[in-house]
């Protein structure tokens, strides 16, 4: 997650390139859940809110144009700024299940409450995530998100136990 992202948001897409004359840009969506953007009427892109006036699917993308930049040319200036929404408007999870924007920061501790670093960043292998663990001295451990391995996940505490398989 972006370090300008504030807290109480959290990101669904990123802009990409412009499409057309009338200001339609190319929303990459960063959400496990890309139906959220039918329902949506604002968004914020930084500290801007803005205005969604037109939406359709486009392949894996979204084709979005707002009030605020009608033309092409002002429209563009938005490629590259992260799109977010209010942490409440977050989909509901079952039991177990984390968000990667609350996975990533996490202190990570073995069993004995040895500190091993802070997660990262989640890579999605497509079998399990996988959870990259920047060590003190800059080392990348690999920590399996297996429930033989992740013991417990306090996000309230802000850590992470494991058991690192041999």
Do not use: W
């Given at each position: 997650?972006s370090p300008s992202v504030p807290d109480e948001r959290i990101v669904i897409g990123r802009?990409?390139?412009?499409?057309?004359?009338?200001?339609?840009?190319?929303?990459?969506?960063?959400?496990?859940?890309?139906?959220?953007?039918?329902?949506?009427?604002?968004v914020m892109a930084g500290d801007e809110l803005l205005h969604i006036e037109h939406m359709?699917?486009?392949?894996?993308?979204?084709?979005?144009?707002?009030?605020?930049?009608?033309?092409?040319?002002?429209?563009?200036?938005?490629?590259?700024?992260?799109?977010?929404?209010?942490?409440?408007?977050?989909?509901?999870?079952?039991?177990?299940?984390?968000?990667?924007?609350?996975?990533?920061?996490?202190?990570?501790?073995d069993e004995a409450g040895n500190e091993l670093g802070i997660v990262e960043n989640v890579?999605?292998?497509?079998?399990?995530?996988?959870?990259?663990?920047?060590?003190?001295?800059?080392?990348?451990?690999?920590?399996?998100?297996?429930?033989?391995?992740?013991?417990?996940?306090?996000?309230?505490?802000?850590?992470?136990?494991?058991?690192?398989?041999?």
């Open positions: 997650m802009v990409g390139a412009p499409h057309g004359v009338r200001g339609a840009l190319r929303i990459i969506p960063l959400t496990d859940f890309p139906e959220r953007f039918a329902s949506l009427c604002e359709k699917p486009q392949g894996k993308n979204i084709l979005m144009r707002f009030r605020e930049y009608a033309a092409r040319e002002d429209a563009q200036r938005l490629t590259g700024r992260l799109l977010t929404v209010p942490r409440a408007q977050a989909a509901p999870l079952g039991e177990g299940e984390y968000y990667v924007f609350d996975i990533v920061g996490l202190a990570v501790y890579l999605r292998t497509g079998s399990n995530d996988v959870y990259a663990v920047r060590t003190e001295d800059g080392r990348e451990l690999l920590v399996p998100a297996l429930r033989a391995v992740v013991l417990q996940i306090d996000l309230n505490a802000g850590r992470m136990t494991v058991r690192l398989p041999e």
